[in-house]
């Protein structure tokens, strides 16, 4: 049983910055592509940024280039997003997700990803 949980979030100024995990267990975790995805209240779910299996190979929102950074640690199981500048539009619940599939390259539509985490909320306040 795949398992996805995602920590880090939290209330911070506008300004600030966050550093999101996602730890990941119940499969070798190194052969499989992750993605952040978020959604705010009252809207659609949007794609953050994904990463490819070994790492190598990142994708981001077009919006969140040079703010956001995605990281993977094969050897802890382990994604990360690290958010800077936060603005108040980035308020959301930031979902992981991966594949069922392995070594498959990243992508940023979210009906590729077949487990998700149960999220974690940022808020950022003005």
């Known amino acids: 049983q795949v398992q996805l949980v995602e920590s880090g979030g939290g209330l911070v100024q506008a300004g600030g910055s966050l550093r999101l995990s996602c730890g990941a267990s119940?499969?070798?975790?190194?052969?499989?592509?992750m993605a952040w995805f978020r959604q705010a209240p009252g809207k659609e779910r949007e794609f953050v940024a994904a990463?490819?299996?070994?790492?190598?190979?990142?994708i981001y929102a077009d919006s969140l280039k040079g703010r956001f950074t995605i990281s993977k640690d094969n050897a802890k199981n382990t994604m990360i997003l690290h958010m800077n500048v936060l603005k108040p539009e980035d308020t959301a619940v930031y979902y992981c997700?991966?594949?069922?599939?392995?070594?498959?390259?990243?992508?940023?539509?979210?009906?590729?990803?077949?487990?998700w985490g149960q999220g974690t909320q940022v808020t950022v306040s003005s």
């Open positions: 997700a991966t594949p069922v599939t392995p070594w498959i390259e990243p992508t940023i539509y979210d009906n590729r990803y077949e487990y």
């Open positions: 119940g499969r070798t975790f190194r052969d499989y592509a």
């Open positions: 990463i490819s299996w070994d790492g190598i190979r990142t």
